[in-house]
């Protein structure tokens, strides 16, 4: 396993920026996701430190190595990656000890000592992932799951400096995607794989990142753990990346930095917010995040005021219900999730509260994180794991 710094990275098609000055390091052994929608960036990053692109100025650095930079560039093949693509890419006419096996004959280990151990890695390899026994089967015999998981044991069978996933669930269904996320994680933790994995997807984004990279346009949005991005995003755009998310104005009635912060919505109700880095001048307008299971509704006989409201959406899920609501006062419905012991029906008046420290406040400027930003927001789960600075 090895360490990955990107250094003030920068990527160009034409006069279109791909990738806008990207920088940070990936510790060893540690997973980071690349969040955000088509266009974002996030492929054509994978794509660099695979050695498909070569940046248009800054460094890649791998294990301590420049392996991309203005006066360097390591092809892929010198580079011990391993790529996991979306469409599996398995020979069709190869057994899947031969698919695993191939990773390894094309770097031509092909001296008798490598050979006759070719057999020995693969089975180990077959056993890693799960797939005991089935080494003579053909790709058509198997499931999309168990495809995933020959496409996964070629990329691991080199023992890669590092592991990329390009978006390698899309094409499996629900029941496969949860199997396979929790796959994918045990295999990661267990051996100590260095792994980039991109998604547009948040429940696979939360599920096996150590850290999310939430890119917009080709910039950094907001680098940090999933709980830390989750529950403080910097932005709009990084909260409704995550899932659902309210968005409500409010006064800043106190605030020391830290976690010594308050304001008042505009219904006069007091809320705790999460911290802060800096503090917020208090009488500032600002915008607070909350998430729909932070919010709680009780029932009224009538609609009282512009800051209570109405149920027009009632969802029965099991074992929650979720529920649109308009309030008179804000541009936008509010979404709540509750456990599912008292259903409300459409048309109920309604009044809603925050949980206490459930809200965050937004940036409301538009701009792209900076490195301080990045810096300050990441909370890496290793000592040696930090967003590289200029």
């Not at 990107?6 to 920026?17: A, L, M, T, W």
């Not at 990329?164 to 094409?171: I, K, T, V, Y």
């Not at 755009?237 to 930095?257: E, K």
């Amino acid at each position: 396993m090895s360490d990955l710094i990107f250094d003030d990275v920068h990527k160009n098609f034409g006069e279109v920026p791909a990738v806008a000055g990207l920088d940070l390091r990936i510790a060893a052994g540690e997973s980071v996701v690349l969040l955000g929608p088509s266009g974002c960036g996030k492929t054509t990053t994978l794509r660099m430190v695979a050695g498909f692109e070569r940046p248009t100025r800054g460094s890649i650095a791998l294990g301590g190595s420049v392996v991309a930079d203005r006066a360097v560039f390591v092809p892929p093949e010198h580079r011990d990656v391993g790529v996991v693509f979306q469409s599996y890419a398995l020979w069709p006419h190869l057994t899947v000890a031969d698919n695993i096996g191939f990773g390894l004959t094309v770097r031509r280990r092909k001296a008798s000592g490598a050979r006759k151990g070719l057999a020995a890695r693969v089975a180990a390899t077959l056993e890693q992932v799960q797939l005991d026994g089935l080494g003579e089967r053909y790709p058509h015999e198997l499931s999309g799951g168990q495809q995933q998981r020959v496409a996964l044991a070629r990329a691991l069978i080199t023992d890669p400096k590092v592991l990329l996933l390009d978006e390698p669930l899309s094409n499996l269904d629900t029941r496969l995607r949860e199997d396979m996320r929790l796959e994918i994680r045990r295999i990661q933790r267990e051996f100590d794989i260095t792994m980039i994995y991109i998604t547009h997807d948040r429940i696979e984004a939360l599920a096996l990142a150590d850290r999310i990279v939430g890119l917009k346009q080709g910039n950094v949005q907001q680098i940090g753990s999933p709980a830390e991005l989750y529950q403080r995003p910097r932005n709009r755009f990084v909260a409704l990346s995550l899932g659902q998310a309210n968005f409500l104005p409010a006064v800043v009635t106190s605030s020391h930095g830290g976690t010594d912060a308050r304001v008042r919505l505009g219904s006069g109700e007091p809320v705790a917010v999460r911290g802060t880095e800096a503090p917020l001048p208090e009488g500032e307008d600002v915008t607070v995040c909350v998430r729909p299971v932070d919010l709680t509704l009780t029932e009224l006989d009538r609609q009282e005021g512009p800051w209570t409201g109405t149920v027009r959406e009632s969802v029965f899920l099991g074992d929650e219900v979720h529920y649109v609501v308009d309030i008179p006062a804000l541009a936008e419905p509010l979404r709540v999730v509750e456990r599912a012991h008292r259903p409300l029906a459409h048309g109920t008046a309604v009044s809603f509260a925050v949980a206490p420290l459930a809200a965050s406040v937004l940036d409301e400027t538009g701009t792209p994180a900076t490195n301080t930003d990045a810096l300050a927001a990441t909370a890496a789960p290793r000592p040696d794991s930090a967003v590289s600075s200029r």
